[in-house]
């Protein structure tokens, strides 16, 4: 099983700022790409897919460049409530019921 | 909304003990996962189960794991004969498809060998 990479950070942000992270993945078979959340001692909570195309969701953008085998999250007028472990998490090749591969994790901290 | 329910929440047992963690994934969906996650690290797929079988398991799930649908609502992960290493959160999850479908996690069970 391949690996995905993190910046483990922990990135430390004020309150209403614009923060991004990216992660890399190895295996360029991988066909499915999302963001989790985890706070600290409960389940990962999924954030967003990731498109090719890239997506929006609120204050929440993914990209996903295929190429580079990279993929980023950028988070808009940060709130407190953002502070959380983020999860790079992608899928094996898609043929069959594949597991999840999981990035240790970007923990950011969003100050008041 | 409908979630993934998990029990126990916290399971205490001493080493070479059996242990059974149950999970209800959510209603209408047709795979599921057990992961685990060792203090402090990532997230592990353990196995995937579809239609009554595993349809992939990872280098962790051994002959000590195994796991089941009993009926028609529960999905169980047993560990044989526990070891010291196996202390770790346990989270089940399902999804309404196969890999390219998003996987709900449910909230797990920390388990702890003595």
């Known amino acids: 099983r391949k690996e995905v990479e993190q910046d483990p950070g922990p990135f430390n942000v004020p309150e209403g700022a614009t923060v991004a992270f990216n992660c890399t993945y190895s295996?360029?078979?991988?066909?499915?790409f999302f963001w989790y959340r985890q706070d600290c001692r409960k389940e990962p909570k999924l954030l967003m897919s990731?498109?090719?195309s890239g997506n929006e969701d609120g204050r929440f953008t993914a990209q996903l460049n295929r190429a580079s085998q990279y993929i980023s999250l950028l988070i808009r007028d940060s709130k407190l409530s953002d502070s959380a472990t983020y999860l790079c998490?992608?899928?094996?090749?898609?043929?069959?019921?594949?597991?999840?591969?999981f990035g240790k994790g970007t923990h950011l901290i969003i100050q008041p | 909304e409908p979630e993934v329910t998990q029990t126990p929440s916290h399971q205490v047992t001493q080493m070479g003990q059996e242990v059974i963690l149950r999970c209800v994934p959510i209603?209408?969906?047709?795979?599921f996962y057990w992961y685990r996650q060792i203090l402090g690290q990532k997230v592990e797929f353990l196995v995937s189960?579809?239609?009554?079988?595993?349809?992939?398991k990872s280098e962790i799930f051994d002959d000590q794991f195994s796991v089941e649908r009993p009926d028609g609502s529960n999905f169980t992960l047993k560990i044989r004969s526990t070891k010291l290493e196996d202390s770790a959160m346990y989270f089940c999850?399902?999804?309404?498809?196969?890999?390219?479908?998003?996987?709900?996690f449910g909230p797990g069970t920390r388990l702890t060998v003595t």
């Open positions: 999850a399902s999804s309404a498809d196969r890999g390219f479908y998003e996987q709900y």
């Open positions: 295996n360029s078979a991988s066909q499915s």
């Open positions: 990731v498109y090719s």
């Open positions: 998490v992608v899928t094996g090749t898609g043929g069959g019921a594949d597991g999840l591969t």
């Open positions: 209603s209408n969906h047709l795979y």
């Open positions: 189960f579809y239609n009554n079988e595993i349809s992939e």
